[in-house]
């Protein structure tokens, strides 16, 4: 039926596209998104989408075939005449890279905003974004939703006594006030460096952590070493015990098998990203299904997004 909202998964994270349809009290809209022989991907709508509100859920994270799945899908409904495509994107993917902080590299943040506005998304529902900025290299309407709500209600419920939220870099101290103030708690800073891509080191820890419970803060978890490294420097201060929470559990390489052996009591993410086979007692993952099933479900009755969070 025209404008009738229909919800489209690539195969990045199946599992909280069904979430989120289940939210929604919808199915998975019909599709096929399958490789030929030769890997590439094949993308086919299975259903009549003249004039419907298609969303498609895919995060963009690595491998580039998330980020192709969800362009080719966007072309094939823009192709069967739906009549608004909006990409839902929980965890943006090349975010990371949205400067040149060094000569003769790419902005691919902003080449990714281009290729999907170029495939036919009509706007953008996305979460936690690494720079808020980022909405600025969109030319089509981009909705910006938190995970706060979620990660809150379980340090709010899980943490007691004297608490110091801490972040592991500037670029979280926004994040990290936010959620200081909502827990009660001070707010601190770690200044951390990168030697080389993929490591890092603690130079200094900015606020009192001595017999107080710290609650880390960050967006992304990758390799897990800004974390891993600013809670040694953190305990040998003195504190008490140390929680970690993150949007976005990319866990590059062994990074689980770190966090388990590292000082780091529980680190609690959300599953922005497939979590399937993470199975490790340390790692806690909630769903932000609601959040972006409300989300969904704003857009398609155009009712306002950001009183979700006031
Ligand atoms: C960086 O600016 C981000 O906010 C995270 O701190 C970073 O991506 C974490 O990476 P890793 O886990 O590899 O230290």
Same mark, same amino acid.
Do not use: W
């Given at each position: 039926?025209?404008?009738?909202?229909?919800?489209?998964?690539?195969?990045?994270?199946?599992?909280?596209?069904?979430?989120?349809?289940?939210?929604?009290?919808?199915?998975?809209?019909?599709?096929?998104?399958?490789?030929?022989?030769?890997?590439?991907?094949?993308?086919?709508?299975?259903?009549?989408?003249?004039?419907?509100?298609?969303?498609?859920?895919?995060?963009?994270?690595?491998?580039?075939?998330?980020?192709?799945?969800?362009?080719?899908?966007?072309?094939?409904?823009?192709?069967?005449?739906?009549?608004?495509?909006?990409?839902?994107?929980?965890?943006?993917?090349?975010?990371?890279?949205?400067?040149?902080?060094?000569?003769?590299?790419?902005?691919?943040?902003?080449?990714?905003?281009?290729?999907?506005?170029?495939?036919?998304?009509?706007?953008?529902?996305?979460?936690?974004?690494?720079?808020?900025?980022?909405?600025?290299?969109?030319?089509?309407?981009?909705?910006?939703?938190?995970?706060?709500?979620?990660?809150?209600?379980?340090?709010?419920?899980?943490?007691?006594?004297?608490?110091?939220?801490?972040?592991?870099?500037?670029?979280?101290?926004?994040?990290?006030?936010?959620?200081?103030?909502? /827990?009660?708690? %001070? =707010?601190?800073?770690?200044?951390?460096?990168?030697?080389?891509? *993929?490591? #890092?080191? $603690?130079? @200094?820890?900015?606020?009192?952590?001595?017999?107080?419970?710290?609650?880390?803060?960050?967006?992304?978890?990758?390799?897990?070493?800004?974390?891993?490294?600013?809670?040694?420097?953190?305990?040998?201060?003195?504190?008490?015990?140390?929680?970690?929470?993150?949007?976005?559990?990319?866990?590059?390489?062994?990074?689980?098998?770190? /966090?388990?052996? %590292? =000082?780091?009591?529980?680190?609690?993410?959300?599953?922005?990203? *497939?979590? #399937?086979? $993470?199975? @490790?007692?340390?790692?806690?993952?909630?769903?932000?299904?609601?959040?972006?099933?409300?989300?969904?479900?704003?857009?398609?009755?155009?009712?306002?997004?950001?009183?979700?969070?006031?």
């Amino acid at each position: 039926m025209a404008d009738e909202l229909r919800l489209f998964s690539g195969n990045a994270n199946k599992a909280l596209a069904q979430e989120i349809a289940d939210y929604l009290n919808i199915g998975l809209g019909d599709a096929v998104v399958n490789r030929f022989k030769d890997g590439e991907i094949q993308v086919s709508i299975s259903e009549n989408v003249r004039g419907v509100d298609a969303f498609v859920v895919q995060p963009t994270g690595p491998p580039a075939e998330n980020l192709l799945e969800l362009l080719i899908m966007c072309d094939a409904l823009k192709r069967a005449s739906a009549r608004r495509i909006t990409a839902v994107i929980p965890y943006f993917g090349y975010a990371r890279q949205d400067r040149k902080d060094r000569p003769r590299v790419a902005i691919t943040a902003k080449l990714v905003a281009n290729l999907l506005t170029e495939a036919g998304a009509d706007r953008v529902l996305t979460m936690d974004l690494h720079a808020p900025q980022i909405q600025g290299f969109f030319d089509i309407p981009l909705d910006h939703i938190y995970a706060a709500p979620v990660l809150l209600r379980y340090f709010d419920q899980s943490v007691k006594g004297d608490v110091v939220v801490m972040v592991p870099d500037t670029g979280s101290i926004k994040m990290g006030r936010a959620f200081a103030k909502r /827990l009660g708690a %001070s =707010l601190g800073f770690v200044d951390k460096r990168r030697p080389k891509p *993929d490591a #890092a080191k $603690v130079m @200094n820890v900015v606020g009192d952590v001595e017999g107080k419970y710290v609650i880390m803060i960050d967006d992304i978890i990758s390799t897990g070493s800004t974390l891993i490294e600013a809670a040694k420097a953190i305990m040998d201060l003195g504190a008490v015990g140390i929680m970690a929470g993150a949007t976005h559990a990319v866990f590059a390489d062994d990074a689980v098998e770190h /966090l388990s052996s %590292s =000082l780091i009591e529980q680190v609690v993410v959300t599953n922005t990203l *497939d979590l #399937a086979g $993470v199975g @490790n007692g340390k790692v806690k993952v909630l769903s932000v299904a609601e959040l972006l099933g409300e989300g969904i479900d704003r857009i398609h009755g155009e009712k306002s997004v950001s009183s979700l969070f006031v």
